[in-house]
């Protein structure tokens, strides 16, 4: 296990973050004038922490992001109760910032993931939001296991385009190994796995009211509309929460 430090602490079976949006997009527009290394950026809530209690591979490529959001507010209440205090920053809002923040610098986005037409959806939204943003691309995977011409073909395109950042929604624990995978083989500087931001921003999925989410209970919100595929998740997370309490 890595030690804890200044800027990450371990909470559960997962390191996160100390530090919020402000800072990481000070340091995206450092390393992105520079060109010279890549950074991974991933967005864990209680579903993710159960696909880590799962996978030794995923817990290994989330916890060497380097930057690790925490999309829960359950997990900020867990790391109070062991004095460590984590923001709450949720995977739509990260997006939009960057885009927003990044007009001015002209960062150039590319987004793989989403359902057929997904990726060019949220593209146009965000193009209509913040006037000037730099969409480099999208590409939206098949939903099976690609063959190597098909990867080549889709790195080739995602290289071509030139992005600065690209933004990975294919589902929580894909999209961060996906990053793992095809990071060292494309030539931008930030990735992030932003899983269910591609159907928020886009409009495929209804946002939780701020009420609700004042309130941490966007997951329930979710639930009412999709309760056949989320209840599962959710009482997995549950007992997952309850063992970290009284472990």
Not at 95 to 117: I, N, P, T
Not at 157 to 177: F, H, Y
Request: with cysteine; proline share 4%.
């Amino acid at each position: 296990m890595q030690k804890e430090t200044e800027n990450k602490v371990f909470i559960g079976n997962s390191y996160f973050s100390t530090f919020g949006f402000d800072k990481t997009l000070e340091w995206m527009n450092c390393e992105i004038d520079k060109k010279q290394q890549k950074f991974y950026t991933s967005i864990t809530n209680i579903h993710v922490m159960v696909l880590v209690d799962r996978d030794p591979e995923l817990a290994r490529v989330i916890n060497n992001a380097d930057v690790s959001f925490c999309d829960s507010v359950s997990i900020v209440k867990l790391g109070k109760r062991e004095g460590k205090v984590i923001p709450r920053c949720y995977g739509p809002d990260y997006v939009l910032r960057c885009c927003e923040y990044g007009v001015k610098q002209g960062w150039r986005h590319y987004f793989v993931g989403g359902g057929e037409g997904v990726a060019e959806k949220l593209a146009g939204n965000l193009i209509d939001k913040y006037p000037g943003i730099n969409i480099a691309g999208t590409f939206a995977p098949p939903f099976r296991d690609m063959t190597d011409e098909e990867i080549d073909v889709m790195l080739d395109d995602i290289n071509k385009a030139k992005p600065d950042i690209v933004w990975v929604g294919l589902g929580a624990g894909k999209q961060d190994k996906w990053i793992d995978t095809y990071k060292s083989r494309i030539d931008a500087t930030w990735f992030s796995g932003v899983g269910a931001a591609f159907d928020f921003i886009s409009g495929n999925t209804k946002r939780a009211p701020a009420f609700w989410q004042k309130l941490g209970l966007e997951w329930f919100y979710r639930f009412i509309f999709e309760p056949k595929r989320l209840l599962v998740r959710d009482i997995e997370g549950l007992i997952l929460l309850l063992k970290f309490r009284f472990k």
